[in-house]
């Protein structure tokens, strides 16, 4: 993975330096916008968050240039779309939730507009947008406004839905509606309503439980299960007499860590951490 950053490093820098010779040439402006992306991408992979943040930044600025500068090109209109979803998950991460929601809120005002005047590309836009809709969803739980995360999540459930009803095989849509489960649990969660919680956290459950099981050796997939069973043992731990069932949630969590390779990325990832800190904290 290193290799890869440092050959993407060269190539970002020769892409630069073409670009500020010739500043008219689109094409390597263009070309340099995705080298942003896959540098952002590897950075984040590496743990590298600040300096994932910094390429994500670029992605977006320099994309939104090449999209006023044509507004016709459907190349660089999807690459500035896409890179709100990538620049509000950093703002985030790195502690700027409010950042981060107006980041998500102009990424799905574009996002509803392309998938109006696009609806041929029903699928690839309602991607986009379901993302920019659970982001958003993510940070105002962050921010505990938890109506407002519950009216976000579901109207991107509402957002997924003609695809998951067309193809069930999607995985990535299904992936999302997950999340989207999980955060309106923690959100039912926030505010008490465990029965409606539970619901939900359930169903992301069982909606990670499907995907880790077509793919064991998916990390993304089984980091999903994971973090859905450790919202399902907190709503269980509120709830009288469901003792046993957040007993058996632990002991899920831990199966599925036990999966991990010890230098996986994930494990360092802050919610991921904290569920293994809790379980090592259980185990003495």
């Known amino acids: 993975m290193e290799q890869a950053r440092r050959f993407y490093d060269q190539s970002t820098q020769l892409s630069e330096s073409i670009t500020q010779n010739t500043p008219a040439d689109f094409d390597a402006r263009l070309n340099l916008v995705i080298a942003y992306t896959r540098l952002g991408y590897l950075a984040n992979t590496l743990g590298d968050l600040k300096q994932a943040g910094t390429y994500y930044q670029r992605w977006h600025n320099l994309a939104n240039e090449l999209h006023q500068q044509k507004p016709d090109h459907k190349g660089a209109e999807r690459l500035f779309v896409m890179s709100y979803g990538y620049l509000g998950d950093s703002q985030a991460v790195l502690g700027e939730p409010a950042k981060a929601r107006s980041t998500f809120k102009e990424g799905c005002a574009h996002g509803e507009r392309l998938l109006k005047a696009q609806p041929e590309k029903d699928q690839l836009y309602r991607q986009d947008l379901a993302g920019c809709l659970e982001g958003q969803g993510r940070v105002e739980l962050q921010l505990r406004e938890f109506t407002a995360s519950q009216q976000t999540f579901q109207r991107c459930l509402d ?3 003609p695809v998951l009803e067309r193809a069930e095989s999607n995985t990535l849509f299904q992936h999302i509606a997950s999340l989207c489960h999980r955060g309106l649990g923690e959100a039912y969660l ?9 619901q939900q956290c359930q169903r992301s459950a069982e909606l990670a439980l499907a995907l880790s099981g077509k793919d ?4 993304e997939w089984l980091r999903g299960e994971l973090i859905s069973r450790s919202c399902l043992y907190k709503v269980h731990l509120s709830q009288e007499g469901a003792a046993a069932k957040a007993k058996a949630q632990l002991k899920a969590c831990r199966a599925i860590l036990s999966q991990f ?11 991921v951490k904290a569920i293994k800190t809790h379980l090592d904290e259980q185990s003495r």
């Open 159 to 161: 957002t997924l839905q």
């Open 190 to 198: 926030g505010q008490a309503e465990l029965e409606l919680a539970d």
């Open 216 to 219: 064991k050796k998916n990390v």
């Open 261 to 271: 390779d010890a230098e996986e990325q994930f494990l360092h990832e802050p919610q």
